[in-house]
């Protein structure tokens, strides 16, 4: 049998499951997922045509093409127009929509994301000020720089704040909690910008630079503390936006 035979044989589902087309679509989604543990679809390449994967899955086009716009949809896949469907090497984007539709549906508020916040990223500032590269504490600093640059525009500030909390949490080496704390941020962006209409840049970075320079000096406890004290402060802002407005 040639290569590619038994890569097809090995592709295709089980023909005993393949009935319904929601129930083919979860079994295409879960092969998909056994495909990429195993090491057959990569991160970044370029998947096969769409005739020879519906040949491959053993399943008609148009089911295949749902599937593939699920997975689009979820962040795994991207069209590039003139070069095909690509994996995507860059998972960043995997939760954050699904987590914006968990706020949206379920009625988290901005409170309890804050909360999540504190639970959880004054230990990551405090994991980055051990591993923290060259490269991370250079990135930091061009963060804190662009905030006090563009302190006047609170859109950019606001950006330019996330990139400085994107950065702490890549430094940490922790990949999960870099994944999952992008899209806390991104649920409270619209805070987050609320917030940066109300303080000043020299608030913000009174807050920030001791961080960057407790990482910087490799002093994990300071990290954590300070961390926490950005935080806390940011809840207290919070809250008194939220008095205001009678909430």
């Known amino acids: 049998m040639s290569r590619a035979k038994a890569n097809r044989r090995s592709w295709a589902l089980d ?3 393949q009935n319904g087309l929601e129930n083919l679509t979860g079994k295409l989604l879960d092969r998909f997922k056994e495909l990429l543990a195993a090491g057959d679809i990569v991160p970044g390449e370029r998947l096969p045509a769409e005739r020879e994967l519906a040949v491959r899955f053993g399943v008609s086009r148009s089911s295949l093409r749902q599937a593939l716009k699920v997975l689009e949809n979820m962040g795994v896949l991207s069209q ?3 070069q095909g469907t690509h994996v995507n090497a860059d998972m960043a984007e995997i939760l954050n929509d699904p987590l914006e539709f968990l706020v949206i549906i ?3 508020s901005s409170h309890e994301l804050q909360e999540a916040r504190m639970i959880v990223e004054p230990e ?3 994991m980055a000020a051990e591993r923290a590269s060259e490269e991370h504490l250079a990135a930091l ?3 804190l720089e662009a905030m006090h640059q563009y302190g006047a525009d609170p859109d950019q500030r606001v950006e330019h704040d996330m990139a400085f909390h994107r950065i702490v949490h890549a430094a940490a080496g922790n990949r999960i ?3 999952m704390f992008h899209g806390v941020h991104r649920a409270m962006q619209n805070t987050i910008a609320l917030m940066a209409r109300t303080v000043s840049v020299e608030h913000a970075l ?5 961080i960057y320079e407790a990482i910087y000096r490799r002093k994990p406890d300071e990290a954590r503390e300070s961390m926490l004290r950005h935080l806390s ?3 207290e802002h919070m809250l008194q936006i939220r008095k205001k407005r009678g909430e």
């Open 141 to 143: 600093r061009k963060a």
């Open 124 to 126: 990551l500032a405090a």
């Open 206 to 210: 009174a807050f920030h630079e001791p």
């Open 15 to 17: 023909g005993s499951n």
């Open 106 to 108: 379920d009625g988290i």
């Open 233 to 235: 402060d940011g809840r």
């Open 177 to 179: 909690c870099a994944r």
């Open 80 to 82: 590039r127009v003139g």
